[in-house]
């Protein structure tokens, strides 16, 4: 029953070095004693990793996220069907606006509605999944300053419950496709085939904001702003094929949610393909993976004084 | 080789305190009003300056400074000292919530951290969720929690509610269900932050047989609690805090009386309370005007061996006449218990100044007695305070010989040794 690894993952599993500078005679002789000790000590330089140890705390992920599962979908009257009707009356408010008062057109004259609908669903679960990680830390203080595990599991876990909502909100748009859209073909199964990519953006992006609001709230305000700004930037409420050629088109290309929404409309309603060139958005967002949990663990053993 | 479960050296915790400037959460304007000395800071922090040599020291303060010790396994530690004395730190430094500035600490085993009851619960799930929840959060494996459940559920006492959401549930059953998750945790060392006070009594000692129990499998506990007694009870060892340093480390009952007497100071010297008439006719009837703690010789003194005997003499002033009064001397230990009165022949008195000297041995365990004086008569229903003076007892007899056996145990200390024959 008991662990040989101690649970206390943010402590360094190691012994000093001989040769450790930060280790005296005596301190390696009175560790000699104590063999598979963890140490805690004064955090320097670059931490590792341990995404090991992440997967040792898998079923903690688990149950704190269906914990943000079961609060949500308890004393809700309608249950799920908010995750449906949410992004419903989103579709209709875009399509009043932008299909019927301002007149754009859906590539091959997809009714605007369901046009919207496919890329609006990837987006609603980007921007939950965004804020659900960068809300993380600061929405727990009590784990934080009580308990002890590794940091990383609190951004992890809030990605959990995004994808009841996605998982949804992916059924009707499937039902809305077979009811108006063309034929489907077998491309309707690659729509999950593109969500990764909105989960990896938001967790590379929300774990920055995450580690960052801790120490600095403004990262709150600054989020909606944010979010406002990125979901006008990505064809969700328009076509692509409406932005004029140039340096915003270009841009357009090198944001990851575009490459997401176009690739679910793509699959969905058959419309043109994402541009190979979108693709090149993906190696930004693994170094914005990358650095951001080398920051997060950098600045986590704080967390439980500031937070 | 000595089985040494937890190894501190020089540890210490350095905390940035909130004054104005440097709060605990920055916005962003001060970082970027503060962004030239920022820049300047960490160019000297690469250039292998060391950082915070120029941090004002009023905004610092040191939690927990030096601090050396090691634990064996099985020990139970009591940490005793006063509200911010760096108890909490210390826990959260073993058991890896916060990383010391200075030192570190050697921890081996599975850590199980009770710093507060109930941390993750949540109040819309029932309590079956919770028991998950929880236990996942203190470190249990899925299928652990699956096999103690039903030992989880009994040992807290609310078979009845497990599947009602804890919002609905009162203040105890609540704490009832977290410590039971808790208690069935299963680490090496427990750290247990003073969290035994809850729940009502007959679930305290239920934890304490828990604790008791722990101590027999080889698990080494610390314990950070208030009530002193309960660490004298307990503990196999004990530190004392202070300031965030080690003062102390040593058996529970010295540690323990040595932390009483320092708190409540071992004057002879007391203040002089008034008697007053309880309500509704509040009036002061009178005061203490001195108590004399003195050996047989009358000479006065505060400390005394067991066995020896101890005069008090009480002076007292009367403002108004009190018919068939009595008075009386208490013995009151600081956690408030009444060990003995005794009372004075009764008499009429008029205006003026009494004395009385009471007379009693110090049969007493290694222990700090407050004196409590009494007073009543026809006119004054009872009136009674207790922290008017201040006897401390040594826990060695007058020829310097030590009880034997566990004396720590027990209040009343008898000399008489009865023999053992055959039956």
Known sequence: MKLETPLDARVEQTTFQVGDARASEADRDALRSMPGASINRPPKGWPELQLRQIWAHRELIWFLGMRDVLVRYKQMFLGGLWAVMQPLAQMALYALVFGYIAKLKAENDLPYGVFIFAALVPWQYFANSMTGVSMSLVGNPGLLQKIAFPRLVLPFSSLISPIVDLTLATAIVVVMVLFYGPTPSWRILLIPAFYPLATLTAFAIGLWLAAINVRYRDVQHLIPFAMLFWFFMTPVVYSKQLVPHGVLSILLELNPMQLVTTGVRWAALGTDPPRLMSFLSIPGVLLILVSGLYFFRRSESSFADVV | ?423
Request: glycine content about 10%; aromatic content about 8%; charged content about 25%.
């Open chain 2, 1 to 423: 080789m000595s089985d040494v479960v937890i190894r501190a050296q020089r540890l210490g915790k350095l905390y940035r305190i909130g004054l104005r400037e440097r709060q605990a959460h920055q916005t962003l304007r001060t970082v970027l009003s503060d962004l030239p000395r920022t820049a300047w800071r960490w160019m000297r922090r690469w250039s292998g300056q060391p950082a915070g040599t120029r941090k004002r020291p009023d905004n610092l303060l040191w939690a927990l400074s030096d601090v050396s010790f090691e634990v064996e396994r099985g020990q139970i530690l009591g940490v005793v000292g006063p509200n911010g004395s760096g108890k909490s730190t210390l826990l959260k430094l073993i058991a890896g919530i916060t990383a010391p500035t200075e030192g570190w600490i050697a921890t081996r085993g599975r850590i199980g951290s009770l710093l507060e009851v109930g941390t993750g619960f949540h109040t819309e799930l029932t309590g079956r969720e919770n028991v998950f929840l929880n236990g996942a959060i203190l470190g249990m494996k899925a299928s652990e929690i699956r096999q103690r459940f039903d030992e989880i559920v009994e040992f807290s006492g609310i078979e009845r509610f497990i599947d009602t959401p804890v919002k609905r549930y009162s203040s105890g059953m609540y704490t009832r269900l977290a410590f039971a998750v808790a208690a069935h945790l299963d680490p090496d060392i427990l750290l247990v932050d003073e969290v035994l006070a809850v729940g009502d009594r007959a679930f305290q000692r239920k934890c304490l047989s828990r604790i008791e129990n722990l101590r027999e499998t080889g698990q080494t506990i610390f314990l950070v609690t208030h009530a002193t007694a309960t660490i004298q009870r307990y503990c196999t060892r004990a530190i004392r805090l202070e300031n965030g340093r080690v003062i102390a480390i040593g058996a529970p009952h010295e540690i323990v009386e040595h932390y009483i007497q320092d708190v409540d100071g071992v004057s002879g010297r007391h203040p002089t309370p008034f008697i007053e008439v309880p309500p509704p006719d509040t009036k002061t009837l009178g005061q203490v005007v001195g108590i004399l703690v003195m050996d047989d010789e009358d000479r006065e003194r505060a400390v005394f061996r067991l066995g020896e005997p101890i005069r008090v003499r009480l002076t007292f002033e009367l403002d108004e006449p009190c018919r068939q009064t009595v008075v009386a001397l208490g013995l009151v230990t600081f956690d408030g218990v009444w060990l003995t009165t005794q009372w004075s022949e009764s008499c009429d008195l008029g205006r003026g100044r009494y004395q009385v000297t009471f007379e009693f041995d110090a049969q007493f365990n290694s222990l700090s007695l407050q004196i409590g004086f009494g007073l009543s008569s026809q006119d004054v229903p009872v009136h009674s305070q207790h922290d008017l003076g201040k006897v401390v007892i040594q826990n060695v007899f007058t020829d310097g010989s030590r009880p034997r056996g566990d004396a720590s145990n027990g209040v009343v200390v008898s000399r008489s040794r009865p023999g053992i024959s055959p039956a």
